[in-house]
C-alpha cells in the first residue's frame, strides 16, 4: 500500500449502436471488472452531447441504484472501478473525470500510472492551472485539452498527448461525438475491444466481455489509439512501436481467472505456475493446498504436476467485507479466523503444500502456517507462485516499500524460518516468464529484476520518493 | 421456496464468563452462520436481567454497526441469522423474539420448523392470544409462557413444552438468569456446545466455534436441555430418547465444509459423495467440474476416485447480492452471466463432468448445461451428490412443491435430455447415507425417501397445504 | 417527560369508498397530526381482509417514501404518530399494532392513557399472555381478543372491553372488515369524523380533516362507538354517559391553532387566554411578544387586550431538528441560541411582556429572560397562559413529577425572582375554563387543581410510581 | 428559478486563536445561514496547511455528523450553503471549492453572480483550462491561481483578480496561511466581520453571529478585502470606491428578520414596508394577515399604521420539506393544503387584508386568494411589500423570465382580477428605498427599476439567455 497514485482499476467502455442501454451495460461490465478495484466506482453516459455521471465510494452494488441508472442516459458510457488507499477514499477521486474544456465536454477514465504526473502538474500550475484531484486523471485530462487547442480533433490531441505523458495508462474517454480508448506506447496495462451485435465495446479484462455477451475482438496494441464514432471504429498507430510489455502480475494475481491476455489464458498460466512450482521446488507431501482466492489455481497445477492430491485446506467467509468490525487485539486475532478458517478435516494429520501467489512482508503468511500446525498439519511446505518482490513498480502496481519487504530483508532460509514452514520455494524468473502460454507480447517483471521496459529515470522525484520511502 | 414457515436458519448463544464481550462474540459467530441464513439477523443481551436487543432485514455487516454492538452490553447474548422466502422478509419476523412474561423477560432463537404450530396458534388463539408475528418463536414463547405457570422453573417450562411442541427444532433461550438450549427429541437439527476459556456457547455449527477461538465441546443429544447459568452448566436429559435423525442434506447442501456435525467432517463427506457417484455413474471424459460452491467438493471426490483431472469451471462473482439490479428479458439473461461464467479455458473442447448437488426444477442446470456447450464443450455428463427430490420436508429444508419437482415429472433418461446433458447420474439413497463418514447418528432422508423418522400425521393441515401445493 | 406510558399521540383511519387512496391520504393527514407525535409513525392498510403496514422510527417523511406508499394498498387504513421519551424510542413501539387473534388480523392504534394496565399485563401474563411491547395498545389488543371470544362481533367486543379498560382512550381501530373508532367514557382525548365525498375519515383533531379536503362532520361522544363499513356508518352508544371532560392542555398547548375542539377554536382560545391574562396581569410595558410557537396567539390576545404593540420577539430555526449536534458546555450554550434568537430590534430598549404557555422546571424560561435583558429589554414581565402545575396527570399528558415542578416548590414571587422576571402572571384556573368559547364540554383540569373526572384510585401502583417518583 | 448561474447562498469564516473548534463553530453558523440555501453545504479546514473538507446535496443536519465534524480539525474554516435550481443539485457544484495551485491549496466559498463568467471561462478554455464544475467559484478560483503568477501574495492576487471579476461577489477563502474576506465593489451581497473572543468570523447575515455567541463588529465595505492571520486583521482598500449597493430584495424577503445589514434592522424594514402599504393603499377591512414566514412582519406593519386588528391566517406545516410525496393532480390540490391550511376562525366573515413579500408568477396567490374565500372572507384584498418585478437581475437573484413574470403582462387591475382579488397595492419603488431604516448604503433595485449601479453591457451573451429567455 504505498501511495494514492499508485492504482490498479478496471475501466470500461461503449458506443452503442443497438439500444442496449449503454449505462446499464456497463453497469454489468463493472461488476466483472471490481476485483480490480472496490474503492469507488463510476458511470459517465454521453447523451447526444450531454454528458450526465454518477461517481460514488463503495462496490458498484453500493454505488448504483435502478433510479441512478434509468436517469444515465445515452448512446455512449465509460465506467470506471478503482483501487486505492484508505486515507484517499474520497468521492472527488472518483472517475470517471467530467470535464469542461474548450471543445465540450470530456470524461475520461484510465487505469496505471504516470511516472511523470508531479512534473506535469508543477508546469500546469506554473501556467495558471487548479487541481481538484490527487489523480492522474486530472492531469491527462488537462494535457488533452491544452494539446487540443493546436489539434484539429480529439484523436490528434491524444495522439500528440501520448508523446508527452510517461508511464502506464490505458484510458477510455468521450468526447462529444466518439468513444475513444488508448494504451500506452509500452503497453504495461491491459485494454482490449469487444463487440455485442453492432457495438463495440472496451474493456480492461474479457471477463467483462463475457459478463455482457460480447464477442473478444482483439487486444488494443501498445501505442494505439481507437476511435469509435458514427463512421465507425478506426485506428491510430502512429505511436505503435512494437509488443506489449504486459505487467506479468496481471497472470500471478490481478486478473480473473476467467479472462484471457494477449492470448494467454490467466487460469492456465496460474496452473503453469503451479506446475514449473512442482518441477523446481518437488517435496514429499499428503496434499497441496492453495490460499483462496488467488492460489488456488497454482495449487492445482502443482498437484496435477506432482501426483499430490489437491485439497481445499480454507473456507473464506464470503460475507465479511468493509464494514466488519473489530476493536481489541483479542477480537483483532478472532477476526482473522473469520475470514479465513482452516479446513481442519483436509490438513490434519498431513504433510502440507500451501501454495500462495506472493509474500509481501511475511505476516500474513505466517500466521496462515501457524494456523495449519494448529489444525494438526505435520508439515507445511510453503510454494509461492512468483519470484521474490525486490524492487518497487513505478507502473501502477502497489507493493510495499523495500524496507517492509522481507524478500530485501532475509535469505529465503531466513524467510521459511520467519515463517515457521518446513521449506519455501519461489517460482523462478524464468519459468515465470513462461507460464502465459500463447501469449503474444513480452512482460514488465521490473518488480522481481528491477529491469523496466521503460526507462525509469523519467519517474519524477516525488512519485520515487512515495515508492521507495517507508511507511505505515 | 415455499412458505416462511419453513426456514433453515443459524442460532448462537452465549454465557460470558471471561468478560469476553457477549454481544461481539455474537457478531463474530453469526459471520461464520450466515450462510444458513441471510435474510434478517438479531442479537440479544441480557445484563443483569435486562433485555436488549437489535434486530434488522440484511446480513450481519448491514444490520450491526460499532455504535449498536456498542450499546449491546450484557453477560449472556444469543443470536440469529434467518432464510425467508422474500414475501416475509419483515424486521417483525427477525429473531431473536424477545417477549414479557409472567417472570420477566425472554428471549428466543429458534431453526427448525414445528409441525403443529398451526394447531398450536389456533388452541391459544381460543385462548385469548394475539400474535404479531408468522414465525414459530412466538407459538414456542407462548407455550414457555404457558408451561411456565405450572413449572418450578424456565427449565421444566422447556421440558413440558418439549410434549406439546412437534416437529424440528434447535433453540436457544435467555431466561432472566440462565441461557438454555435446546434440540427436538428427534434431533432433525444440529446443534453443539463450545467453551471458550471459562465461558460456554451454543451453536448450530461448528464453524461458528473457529471462527471465535471456542473449542468444541460435544453435540447436544435429541430431547437434551442445556442449562447455562452461575452453578454452571447442567443439563435435564427426560426427553432424550434415542439416536439423532439429522437431515441429511446439512451434509449435501446447508452445512459449511470445515463444520463437523454428529463426529463426521462435512467437507469428507461431500468428497465421499462424489466418490461415489463415481463408482455409481462412472463415464469417460476430460475434466470434472463442480458447480460453486456447494458441488465443488463432490466434484474433487469425484476426480479423486475417477482418476480424471479436476477443473475449475466456473468463476462465481463475488459481489453480486442482494442489490443487483436487472431489468429487461435480455438483461436477465445478461445478470445470469454476471453471477457465473464459464472458465472457457477449463472446458473447451473437452468432455466434461459436471457434478451439482441437486435438481430441483432444472431450470438452472438446463442453463449451465447449455453455457458449458456453448464454451466449446464436446460433451456434458451431469452428476448430482444427491438422489432425486420426491417428497415435501416438514422439518424445514425448503423445497419446492411436487409439481414443481422435476423429478417427480420425468424419469432419470428424461431429465438428461430436458437438461441437454449427454448423460446423467444421481447418488443412491445407500451410498448417501454412507457419506458422513464416521457420524454417531442416524438420518431424516424423507425428502429423497418420503419415509419420516416422525410420525407425520402430526403435521397439521394448514402447513401440509403450504407444503404440498404449487406456487410460482 | 416522564415514562412511555405517558403519550400524546396523534390517530387518523379512512374506510375509502371513492377509491381516494387510503393509504396517501393517511400519510397526509398524518403529516397534519404530526405535532401531536414526532417520534415514530406508521400506517396499516387492510386490503380486502389482507393487512399490511409499514411503521418507523421518525417523522412521517423518514419513515415513509414514494415506494412504500404504493406497496400500501387497501380499502381501509389507520395512521398514527408518537410521542414518546427517548430511551423508549423503539420500532416496537411504533404504532399501529398489527396482530392476529381468532376472527383474522386487528390493527390498532391509540391516543392516551390507561390507568389500570399494568394491573391488565399482570392479570393476562397469569394467564400465559406475553408481551412485546410496553404500549398499551398491546394491552388493549389482548383486551379485545379476550372478550372477542364471548361477543358476536368485534364492536360488541369493543363495547364489553370498555369495561375493563381505565382512563384515556381514543382508538381507531381495523377488523377486518371495519373500521371501528372509540372514545373512552370520559372524553379526555379528542376524537373526531370526518367525510370526504362518500368516505369517512376519522381522526385526533380537525387539522387533519383540512388538510385532505375533509369536511369535519361531529366530534365523536365520550363512550361512543363508531363503525364503518360496507353497510354505512352506525353508532353504539351504550357506553356514553355524558359531556366530554377534554383535557383543557389540548387548547394552551397540544393542538393545533387551526383545529376547532368540541366546537372551540384553539386559535381563538389562546387568544382568549391572552386576553384573560392581560385582564388579570395588566402592567405598563412596550411590546408583548410570545415564545414560538405556542406563546403567539395568547400574546396577540394580550396585546389586543392591552393596546400595547404586539411584536415579533423571537426567531426559530426551522432546520434544527433531531440531528443537531452539541457536545461541550460552552457549544451547549451556542445551540440555545442557534434554535431561538432574540430579535434585537424587537426589545432593545424596550418594556416587554414575555407570554409563554406553560413553565415547568423553569430553566428554559431562566435562560429566555436573560437573554431578552442581554438584548436591552429594560423589565421582562412574564405571563403565563396556563395555571401552575401541580399534580400529575394520570391520561397521557407528560408533566415532570412533583419534586421537578417549580411550582410545587415555589411561592409566585419566588419563581419570578428565580427567572430574573420583573413580575410573573398565571391566568387563573376559572378564566382558563373560559377560553374554549363555545365548547359544548367540560374539561379535565385536573394538573392545575388536583381534581380528576375519573376516580384515579383505580391507578395502578406502577403508573403512579411512573408518574411521581423523580428522575432526570 | 432561472439557471445555476443564479444563487443566493450563505458563506461563513473564522479564523480560530481560541480553541473554538472551527469546524463546530462554522457547522451553527450554517444552521443560522440555512435560510439562504437549502440546496447544498460543505465545510473546509485548513489544519497547518492541510486542508480537509466535506460537502454534501440537502441541508447542514443532513450533510453533517458527528463523526465527520470530529474528522473536521484546524484552525480555520470556512463554510456555504447553497441555493441552486433542482437539476443542478449536484454533489459537484457544493462548495466549499477547494483545489491545489501553485502555492499550495485554496479553498473557497462565495455568494452572487459574476456577470462576465462566461466570457472568463472562454479565455480560459482557450488557454487550455477544464472546468469540473459550473459554478463561478471556479472561475473565480482560476483567475486567483493565474494572478498569483504575478503576486508576490494571495491578496495581491485577490486585489488583481477584482479587475477582472465583473458581477455580484462576496467571497471568502483560505490560503494555506491566511483567511480572506472580499466584497465586490459594488457591494451587492452583504459581508460583515465579527468577533469571538481573539477570533475573528466573517459571515453572509450577522444573525450567524448571535447563533454562536459573536459580536458584531463591522460591514465589510465594497472592495474591500479583509486579511486575518498571524498577525491580526487588516485591509486592503485599493478596490473600494464608495457606498454598497446593496440588493434591496435581501430586506423584503432573503435576509432574516434577526439579522442587520448596513445598520438597518430586516424585521423594522419589514414594518416599515407595511406602514407604507398601509399609507399608499388603505382600504377598510377587519384583518390584516400575512403570508407566512415573509410576508408576516409586514402584515404587522400595515397591522399597526392601519389599525386595523393583526391575525393569523396561515397555519405552515413545519415539517413538509424536500421529500413530502406527491403523485394525481387531486394529489397535488391536497399537498398545498398539508403545507399551507388557512385558519378559518381568523378569517371567516371578515374582510381581509393580505400582505405577501412579492408575486412572481401569480399562480400561488391566485390559490391562497381563493382559499381564503373558501374559508369565508368576504372581501380579499392583496398588498405587496415591494414593486412589481419588471426586470431580470443579474446579480445573483433568482427571478423568473419576463414573459412568466405576471407584471410584465398585466396591469395592476387585470392582476388583481387574475387572482380573484377585491383589491391590489403594491409598494412604491421611492417607499421601498426608505424601509431599511438607518441603513448606510444605497441599493441595487435593478429588478423593480432597470436601473442598475453596475453597467450592465458586461452582462456575456450567455448569461443574458439564461435570464431572459423562458423555461418552464
Not at 196 to 213: L, M
Not at 432 to 441: D, Q, S
Request: glycine residues 8%; charged residues 25%; negative net charge.
Amino acid at each position: 500500500m504505498i501511495g494514492e497514485i499508485h492504482e490498479e482499476c478496471g475501466i470500461f467502455g461503449i458506443y452503442d449502436n443497438d439500444g442496449l442501454d449503454a449505462a446499464r451495460t456497463t453497469y454489468y461490465a463493472l461488476y466483472a471488472l471490481q476485483h480490480r478495484g472496490q474503492e469507488s466506482c463510476g458511470i459517465a453516459v454521453n447523451d447526444n452531447r450531454t454528458v450526465v455521471f454518477h461517481k460514488g465510494v463503495g462496490l458498484v452494488p453500493d454505488v448504483f441504484n435502478e433510479v441512478i441508472l434509468n436517469h444515465l442516459k445515452g448512446q455512449m458510457a465509460i465506467g470506471h472501478c478503482r483501487y486505492s488507499t484508505t486515507g484517499n477514499s474520497t468521492i472527488e477521486n472518483a472517475q470517471p473525470l467530467v470535464s469542461k474544456y474548450i471543445k465540450g465536454t470530456l470524461a475520461l477514465a484510465h487505469n496505471g500510472n504516470l511516472i511523470n504526473s508531479q512534473q506535469l502538474r508543477r508546469e500546469l500550475e506554473l501556467n495558471g492551472a487548479i487541481f481538484q484531484t490527487t489523480n492522474d486523471s486530472e492531469v491527462i485530462a488537462y494535457i488533452l485539452a491544452k494539446e487540443r487547442l493546436r489539434s484539429s480533433s480529439i484523436e490528434e490531441a491524444v495522439q500528440r498527448s501520448m508523446g508527452v505523458l510517461k508511464g502506464a495508462y490505458s484510458i477510455v474517454l468521450m468526447s462529444p461525438e466518439k468513444l475513444i480508448a488508448a494504451r500506452d506506447p509500452y503497453g504495461f496495462r491491459p485494454l482490449s475491444i469487444g463487440k455485442i451485435k453492432n457495438s463495440y465495446v472496451i474493456a480492461s479484462e474479457t471477463c467483462a466481455f463475457d459478463a455482457i455477451g460480447a464477442e473478444f475482438v482483439r487486444d488494443i496494441d501498445p501505442g494505439e489509439i481507437v476511435v469509435i464514432g458514427k463512421q465507425g471504429i478506426s485506428s491510430i498507430r502512429t505511436n505503435c512501436t512494437g509488443r506489449p510489455n504486459l505487467c506479468i502480475f496481471e497472470f500471478v494475481y490481478f486478473a480473473r481467472p476467467d479472462s484471457v491476455l494477449e492470448g494467454a489464458s490467466v487460469y492456465l498460466a496460474r496452473q503453469e505456475a503451479g506446475r514449473y512450482l512442482a518441477k523446481e521446488h518437488p517435496v514429499e507431501a499428503d496434499v497441496v493446498i492453495g490460499v483462496p482466492d488467488s492460489g488456488l489455481d497454482a495449487a492445482l497445477g502443482y498437484s496435477k504436476e506432482s501426483g499430490i492430491p489437491y485439497g481445499v485446506g480454507f473456507i473464506k467467509n464470503r460475507y465479511v467485507g468493509r464494514t466488519f468490525i473489530q476493536s481489541t487485539q483479542d477480537q483483532r486475532d478472532i477476526a482473522v479466523k473469520i475470514k479465513l478458517n482452516v479446513l481442519k478435516a483436509a490438513v490434519e494429520g498431513k504433510r502440507v503444500i500451501l501454495v500462495d501467489d506472493s509474500i509481501v512482508r511475511g505476516t500474513t503468511s505466517k500466521r496462515i502456517v501457524s494456523d495449519l500446525r494448529a489444525a494438526g498439519a505435520t508439515e507445511v511446505h510453503m510454494r509461492i507462485s512468483s519470484p521474490p518482490f525486490l524492487n518497487p513498480c513505478y507502473f501502477g502496481t502497489d507493493i510495499d516499500s523495500k524496507d517492509k519487504l522481507i524478500a530485501c530483508k532475509m535469505s529465503i532460509e531466513e524467510i521459511a524460518k520467519e515463517l515457521g514452514a518446513d521449506s519455501l520455494g519461489y517460482l523462478s524468473i524464468d519459468n515465470l516468464r513462461k507460464i502465459p502460454v500463447g501469449a503474444n507480447c513480452d512482460f514488465c517483471d521490473g518488480c522481481f529484476t528491477g529491469k523496466y521496459p521503460m526507462d525509469v529515470s523519467w519517474v519524477d522525484d516525488y512519485s520515487k520518493d512515495m515508492l521507495e520511502k517507508s511507511k505505515e
